[in-house]
Each structure stands twice: as structure tokens, then as C-alpha cells.
């Protein structure tokens, strides 16, 4: 809903967050929008808000459950297979997957996929399965785009 709100209002939307200091931004393989400070900072790297951290750690973190699992990541948007409470408990148990989140200040693997859940990145199909969005699928590949990129620069060097 608050997709299709954005885009069906998106140059209302993109006045209002320019005024509020950001730019309203649409990737349009991903079906999801971000916002960029508009401020220019005195640091020489990227300000980075927190949620958008959590976003991409989380994401990672479940990427790495199914990968390790070894299935393929597209199955994380069908609800047939998706993200288990088994994929929780094993994250859960993950000593290094605890660490992260507890860097995060989010509690558990369930606290994760709640606060993705809330911001429209993951949906609950059962009280056993979540499925992630198009946008968090997008998000991950983008990752995993620029991981291959990052990789490809430093056999460059």
C-alpha cells in the first residue's frame, strides 16, 4: 500500500522530502524507493542512516542462512519454500549471526525479519514461513552485484 501510495503521488512526495532535506529516490528494477540527504557532509564518506544499515545487514544475514543451506536465493520470495522458523533458530544459534544483531540492537533473528516486516522487505505467509518482497530480493541483488564488482576491481589490481 504505501508503495502504491508513493507512486501514484510520487512528484508530491519527491517536494515534500526535498523540503524535509532529501531526495526521493525509485529504483525501478526493484519496485522500492530510498532517501538520499540532500546536505552535503564534511565527512569524506557517505552518511548512512541506520535503518538502511539494519536493511542490508538483515538481508545479508538471510542470505547467508540460504545459501548455507544450499538453496538458491530466488526461493526467498516464494511462499512455498521462503524463510522458515527453522532458518530463525538456526541463525539464532549462529554465534557470529547473534553478534551482528546484537550490534544492530535488534534481540533476535524473529526481532530481524519483524523489523523488515514493518518496513514492507519481508511478509508473514504462516505463523512458520516469511516471504521476502521484491524490493528486499532487488536490494539483494544488488549486493550482490557489487560484491561481484568489488571483486572484479581488486583481481584488477
Request: glycine share 4%; aromatic share 8%.
Amino acid at each position: 500500500p504505501f508503495y502504491l501510495e508513493l507512486l501514484s503521488r510520487f512528484d508530491h512526495y519527491k517536494l515534500l522530502y526535498r523540503h524535509l532535506g532529501y531526495e526521493l529516490l525509485h529504483d525501478n528494477n526493484g519496485e522500492f524507493y530510498s532517501l538520499r540527504p540532500l546536505k552535503d557532509f564534511d565527512s569524506d564518506e557517505d552518511q548512512i542512516d541506520e535503518t538502511s544499515i539494519k536493511i542490508v545487514a538483515i538481508l545479508t544475514l538471510i542470505s547467508k542462512e540460504i545459501v548455507t543451506r544450499g538453496q538458491r536465493l530466488e526461493l526467498l520470495e516464494n511462499p512455498v519454500v521462503g524463510l522458515t522458523s527453522q532458518d530463525l533458530d538456526s541463525m539464532a544459534n549462529d554465534d557470529k549471526c547473534s553478534a551482528i544483531l546484537s550490534s544492530l540492537k535488534l534481540k533476535s533473528p524473529t526481532d530481524a525479519v519483524e523489523f523488515l516486516r514493518k518496513r514492507g522487505f519481508a511478509f508473514k505467509v504462516s505463523d512458520f514461513r516469511l516471504v521476502l518482497s521484491r524490493g528486499a530480493m532487488s536490494y539483494i541483488d544488488v549486493l550482490i552485484q557489487r560484491e561481484n564488482e568489488l571483486k572484479a576491481e581488486l583481481n584488477d589490481i
